[in-house]
């Protein structure tokens, strides 16, 4: 039995639903051998508000196809634009969360985030900025931990904090690299929670990239795999219709939950 | 209390007295007394060793010498000069006593010598001071220089003195070497560009940044008659060292971990904030390294550069020594040489400890 609702790569959404849009996109890395082409033809349209995960075999080209819509790698050809607007360069309207924390390690939590807030709200008073990111180092919860360095924090902690910092220069559309694969299961669970939690108050668009099939069907509205490279593309899309708030244990027990990951696991197999 | 003693003895490099303290706390006395036995009994046993060696040593070279003058004598003079030599040699007379390898002992009397010497200027200059001083606020009021001391240096002068130039030629490879290497750092365009310079000029010698540096400042400073000698050895001593720091430093800012330049990029910080905030930081570790390294240089060349330029310190005081020939002469270049070495550490010491401060991952041990 299939799950019972498929969309397919092909579908196309109203324009105005639309938040994020990759269109006929390419991308040739040159190399001694040649140029490599890792993606073609790849079309992906991500609406307001949906929480995407991508899964792949590893590398064919997720994070490469991520860096371009982040605007840190350039595009080949094709386009991509957010909510209509073709995108030039890396750009605070999309927030990205690195598999590596990435945070500097001689600032302090809260510096870490004041980083990014201090450009985006050139505006607000200095109270104003300093509350924008205690509420999000609050919300990812690190009440306790503003004034700790960055490199006296466990790994989880890091996260946190790198969560924090990309939703505090209030991002359009968030980026996310396999950013819980370091970490042991426990805490990615934890982490999971904290990021879905933000995800559903702020209401904006996530892709997530994850080589975890139950992390891809936990967090998703829909989750897109991808086509082995090299000319990688959209494989295949499953659109995941569990209800919101989801609780793991109600993920779990569900019906379709097999069906999901037996679909997404054949995928990756075949 | 005491852990915290330990800590700052720790941080300034001083760890091997770490088991005396705790030793002395009744502290697991069979593992801190082997302890003690390993990092200062076997050192001090190195040290006492060295001592026998060189006492051997000299004493050899002094019977050599002793040896030659007394045949020189019997061959020039007959065998009554060579007695008469041999019984002056004996006698410890100053006028023939052989000049060669100082022993220990002589150089620790030296070194008595010099620090009394020392005391003896310093209350010399401050009779001076008291002599001058009605007569100097005259000369102030009415806007005339003020009589300075012009007598000879001591020792211990001609030491600060070098410490003073040792850190105004560091200072100034610090103010020259940290911009134009973050600057280059920055810009592969640039880095490549420079290479050529960098790779030339950094393995010249001494000798010849300081001629160069003669020749710039001696025609700058013509029409003025303050004394150049201080402002020549200084520049000399910066550019002689201050290559280890430019090119550690373009290579720290060059190579920030690719990470932190992506997160700059998508929170779009401006260029000024990049550096500050992001790139500074993270390369300053090896800024760090490249300044120990400079420093240990400039200490090393200063001496030299001192020496060649005649200007005060303890390369001239060597130079001068060794001219003079005085009986005890050797014996006080031998005192500058562990006095110079020491200093070298303790600057070493200074700058790791900074070093290690300044590195954000303060466990890492350099
Ligand atoms: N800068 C680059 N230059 C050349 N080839 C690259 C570069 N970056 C990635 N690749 C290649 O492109 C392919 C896709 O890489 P990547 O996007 O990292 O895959 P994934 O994230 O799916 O594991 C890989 O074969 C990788 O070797
Ligand atoms: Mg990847």
């Known amino acids: 039995m299939m799950p019972t609702k498929i969309f397919k790569k092909q579908e196309k959404f109203a324009p105005a639903e639309v938040m994020l849009d990759l269109h006929d996109l390419k991308k040739v890395y040159p190399t001694p051998k040649g140029d490599y082409v890792v993606l073609e033809h790849l079309d992906l349209q991500v609406k307001k508000e949906e929480f995407v995960t991508i899964i792949g075999h590893s590398g064919c080209g997720k994070t490469t196809m991520l860096s371009m819509i982040a605007g840190l790698n350039p595009i080949s050809d094709g386009g991509i634009s957010v909510l209509g607007t073709s995108i030039k360069g890396p750009g605070p309207d999309r927030g990205v969360i690195f598999q590596s924390p990435s945070l500097m390690p001689w600032m302090t939590a809260l510096e870490n985030v004041k980083l990014g807030v201090r450009k985006v709200f050139p505006h607000a008073t200095k109270k104003q900025k300093e509350d924008i990111c205690k509420y999000y180092l609050n919300k990812v919860g690190l009440d306790g931990s503003f004034n700790k360095k960055a490199s006296e924090l466990s790994q989880g902690m890091q996260q946190r904090v790198g969560i924090a910092r990309a939703f505090a220069i209030k991002p359009k559309v968030l980026l996310l690299d396999e950013p819980f694969g370091m970490l042991d299961s426990l805490t990615r669970g934890e982490l999971q929670d904290v990021l879905i939690e933000i995800w559903n108050k702020e209401k904006i668009t996530a892709v997530m990239i994850t080589h975890d099939v139950d992390e891809a069907i936990f967090l998703a509205d829909r989750v897109i795999m991808m086509t082995s490279g090299p000319s990688a593309k959209i494989g295949d899309i499953l659109s995941i219709d569990f209800e919101r708030p989801r609780t793991r244990k109600a993920v779990i027990g569900h019906d379709d939950y097999y069906k999901y990951r037996k679909y997404l696991i054949d995928f990756l197999e075949h | ?366």
């Open chain 2, 1 to 366: 209390m005491s852990d915290k003693l330990i800590k700052i003895i720790r941080f300034i490099g001083l760890g091997f007295l770490e088991p005396i303290i705790r030793l002395s706390r009744g502290e697991e006395p069979r593992k801190n007394g082997i302890l003690i036995l390993k990092i200062i009994i076997a050192p001090l046993a190195s040290v006492l060793l060295f001592i026998g060696v060189w006492q051997t040593g000299s004493t050899a070279l002094f019977n050599k010498e002793a040896n030659y003058r007394i045949e020189k004598a019997l061959k020039d003079q007959g065998q009554k000069a060579a007695d008469e030599m041999k019984l002056c040699i004996d006698s410890g007379d100053i006028s023939c006593q052989p000049n060669t390898l100082p022993s220990p002992s002589q150089v620790n009397a030296s070194f008595k010598t010099l620090l009394k010497d020392h005391k003896a200027i310093s209350i010399d200059k401050k009779n001076f001071k008291e002599k001058t001083a009605a007569l100097n606020k005259q000369r102030n009021a009415e806007g005339k220089d003020p009589i300075v001391y012009t007598g000879r240096p001591s020792f211990v002068d001609q030491i600060k003195t070098s410490i003073k130039t040792v850190f105004a030629g560091f200072l100034l490879a610090i103010l020259i070497a940290v911009p134009i290497g973050v600057i280059i750092g920055l810009s592969d365009t640039l880095r490549s560009s420079f290479n050529w310079l960098i790779q030339i000029f950094k393995p010249v010698s001494p000798v010849v940044w300081l001629l160069l540096v003669f020749m710039i400042v001696k025609t700058l400073t013509k029409d003025s008659d303050t004394d150049s000698s201080f402002i020549i050895s200084f520049i000399s001593v910066g550019l002689c060292s201050m290559w280890a720091t430019l090119v550690n430093t373009a290579m720290g800012v060059s190579t920030v971990d690719k990470d932190f330049i992506n997160v700059a990029k998508v929170l779009k910080l401006g260029p000024l904030q990049k550096v500050f905030k992001v790139i500074l930081p993270s390369s300053l570790p090896l800024i760090f390294t490249g300044l120990r390294i400079t420093l240990s240089v400039a200490w090393m060349v200063l001496i030299a550069i001192e020496l060649l330029a005649q200007s005060p310190g303890l390369g001239s005081f060597v130079w001068e020594e060794f001219q003079n020939g005085a009986n005890d002469s050797n014996s006080k270049i031998i005192v500058a040489m562990f006095v110079i070495g020491i200093i070298g550490f303790l600057l070493d010491r200074l700058m790791l400890a900074i070093q290690k401060f300044v590195s954000f991952n303060k466990n890492e041990g350099i």
